[in-house]
């Protein structure tokens, strides 16, 4: 069965300092995997996805991720905090053996950026 | 370009009431999705409808949940009578192509408290 696992409900980090927001999953073939991220009273939004290829992507607002075939795993990272980050962000993956393309989500990790 | 959206974004009722959940997606998107996320728990799907049909439901609870895209535009997602282990936050995402690579593009979704 295809899962996704976040480790941390809560990731706490000052301002400036990098962050990393983990992700493990598991998932019949080859992934492709997904971070969204939820602001305050708003929906869910696309941040960057790996499907093939180099296994560092970059995506929106300065974040990065770097699949880890091995370790199964997909941590969410970003050089410099900002207080603005602080939200809620979800891992995602979708396997090949899926025929609808629905998402497997994690159960989210709440990230807090102190000034 | 609107972004897909849902109504209401807060519903209270009691235990045996029905409601009844909007989701207009991105105009040309003919793929629409459920989901939705319970006491702060992953997101879990619930359907899929590429157009007017229901492509995949596995995830669809139990017979008190419908859900209906009459003409291939907006949905409905009803509960009939609602549980109290129904409530949480429903979010709709639509897309354009049911592709594998391609992402949601999600609403801000219908919180549902049952009480």
């Known amino acids: 069965a295809q899962s996704v696992a976040q480790p941390e409900d809560q990731v706490n980090v000052a301002e400036g300092n990098p962050l990393t927001v983990k992700c493990t999953y598991s998932?019949?073939?080859?992934?492709?995997l997904f971070w969204y991220v939820q602001y305050p009273n708003r929906g869910l939004q696309f941040l960057l996805k790996y499907i093939t290829g180099d296994n560092l992507v970059k995506g929106s607002y300065g974040f990065e991720a770097e699949f880890n075939k091995s370790q199964t795993s997909f941590h969410l990272k970003k050089p410099s905090a900002l207080v603005s980050d602080s939200a809620l962000y979800f891992c995602?993956?979708?396997?090949?053996?899926?025929?609808?393309?629905?998402?497997?989500f994690g159960q989210g990790t709440t990230l807090q950026v102190k000034p | 370009e609107a972004g897909v959206t849902q109504f209401p974004s807060h519903s209270v009722i009691e235990k045996g009431q029905t409601v009844t959940l909007r989701c207009d997606p991105i105009?040309?998107?003919?793929?629409l999705y459920w989901y939705r996320r319970v006491m702060g728990k992953e997101i879990k799907f619930l359907l899929h409808f590429v157009k007017e049909s229901k492509q995949d439901e596995s995830g669809m609870p139990n017979n008190r949940f419908l859900a209906e895209r009459t003409g291939g535009t907006y949905s409905t997602l009803k509960v009939q009578p609602a549980e109290l282990e129904d409530s949480g936050v429903y979010f709709c995402a639509s897309s354009r192509t049911s592709g594998y690579t391609g992402e949601l593009f999600f609403g801000e979704g219908s919180r549902l408290t049952v009480l």
């Open positions: 998932v019949s073939g080859n992934p492709y």
């Open positions: 995602a993956v979708r396997g090949l053996s899926s025929n609808t393309g629905k998402l497997i």
């Open positions: 105009s040309g998107h003919d793929n």
